[in-house]
């Protein structure tokens, strides 16, 4: 069975500053993805970024990157210079790779609150 | 711009009366997905399409069914809602291709109150 653990209810971080919202996992499946989610207050759930499991290198977007320990099964997301807008409930997902139903499992969030 | 859909934004119901959610999707996905997330929660998956075929979650109570008369469009109907159904609803879809990297849509979610 696959799980997603994040263990930070909440966080406070000051504008600009980077921050790491931590998630670990754990799977039996030999391929798998992992994602990151962000949920405003507004209630829609917005794709961030993507790592498989058999990606060589740590995905980035924009001012999105995930830090992938394989070995240690975690897939931290770093979000640089944070701003205002980053304040939000975010998630950590997981889903089985050649798997034509896509199902995914989520940890249980993090809400960031980023301070002026 | 192709999207996932959900009408409406903001459901009120009484206790037991019956409600419908609709999503709907410009993507042409063959799969969709109903979740309720509760505040301050994960989403929890429903059910789910892989184009007609329904799968549904083992702990999914029975008060909850869904439709998906073709591809563009999915429904979820409350039967009887109770005051724990209080919740935000998320459609969501994917490609189902089976590929190495399928990413999940999701639409702006219904909240509905029971009252």
């Known amino acids: 069975a696959q799980k997603i653990t994040q263990t930070q209810p909440g966080m406070f971080v000051q504008e600009k500053e980077a921050v790491t919202l931590d998630c670990t996992y754990d799977?039996?499946?030999?391929?798998?993805?992992l994602f990151w989610y962000k949920q405003p207050s507004s209630g829609e759930m917005i794709f961030l970024i993507y790592q498989g499991s058999y990606d060589q290198q740590n995905a980035t977007e924009g001012r999105y990157s995930l830090n992938f320990q394989k070995a240690r099964k975690s897939a931290n997301l770093v979000i640089s210079a944070s701003q205002l807008g980053d304040s939000a409930m975010y998630f950590c997902?997981?889903?089985?790779?050649?798997?034509?139903?896509?199902?995914?499992?989520f940890g249980k969030g993090t809400r960031l609150h980023i301070l002026p | 711009d192709a999207m996932v859909i959900q009408n409406p934004r903001y459901q009120v119901t009484q206790f037991g009366k019956p409600v419908t959610l609709s999503c709907s999707q410009t993507?042409?996905?063959?799969?969709m997905y109903w979740y309720q997330q509760k505040s301050s929660q994960a989403p929890k998956l429903l059910f789910h399409y892989y184009d007609k075929d329904f799968n549904n979650e083992a702990d999914t109570p029975d008060n909850f069914q869904s439709r998906r008369p073709n591809t563009s469009f999915c429904f979820l109907d409350i039967r009887s809602p109770g005051l724990g159904d209080a919740a935000m609803y998320l459609c969501?879809?994917?490609?189902?291709?089976?590929?190495?990297?399928?990413?999940?849509?999701f639409g702006p979610g219904t909240r509905l109150t029971v009252l």
């Open positions: 799977t039996s499946d030999p391929s798998y993805g």
């Open positions: 969501a879809t994917s490609s189902g291709q089976a590929t190495s990297y399928n990413e999940q849509f």
């Open positions: 997902a997981m889903s089985s790779l050649w798997n034509r139903d896509d199902k995914i499992i």
């Open positions: 993507l042409n996905h063959n799969v």
